[in-house]
């Protein structure tokens, strides 16, 4: 019976343990509060703030490891395409399509007003 007991404990411990660590699929970063605050409170974080954050995230990411979240890229691909950084928009926007590439129909869209829109800036 004590070595039942012990077995049982053993395996709750484990259990309780394995639950502790960092279940999270993706690295969201500051991602979430940036896209919130910029429909919430649109003065409030310009382009080039959102880029900088975003921007450090991709390094924290990678950092540790973790997979960035669905739509980071091509949100910091619209800041990019707004602040007039083409070449560094379609890069974004492209990188999101190859992670998440259920994403390809919005995607490409974004890319085709991106290049339609870059002779207008």
């Not at 279940?23 to 919430?40: A, F, H, N, P």
């Not at 602040?83 to 129909?105: H, N, R, T, Y």
Request: hydrophobic share 40%.
């Amino acid at each position: 019976m004590t070595i039942r007991a012990s077995l049982f404990a053993l395996l709750v411990s484990t259990l309780l343990l394995s639950s502790c660590g960092d279940k999270r699929l993706y690295y969201w970063g500051k991602y979430e509060s940036i896209v919130r605050q910029s429909y919430t409170e649109p003065d409030e974080m310009d382009v080039s703030t959102q880029i900088s954050e975003l921007e450090i995230d991709l390094i924290d990411a990678k950092d540790s490891g973790k997979k960035i979240a669905p739509g980071f890229y091509a949100h910091l691909g619209m800041m990019y395409a707004k602040q007039g950084d083409i070449v560094s928009a379609e890069e974004m926007f492209l990188q999101e399509k190859a992670l998440f590439p259920e994403s390809s129909v919005l995607i490409d869209g974004m890319l085709n007003r991106v290049k339609k829109n870059q002779g207008k800036q």
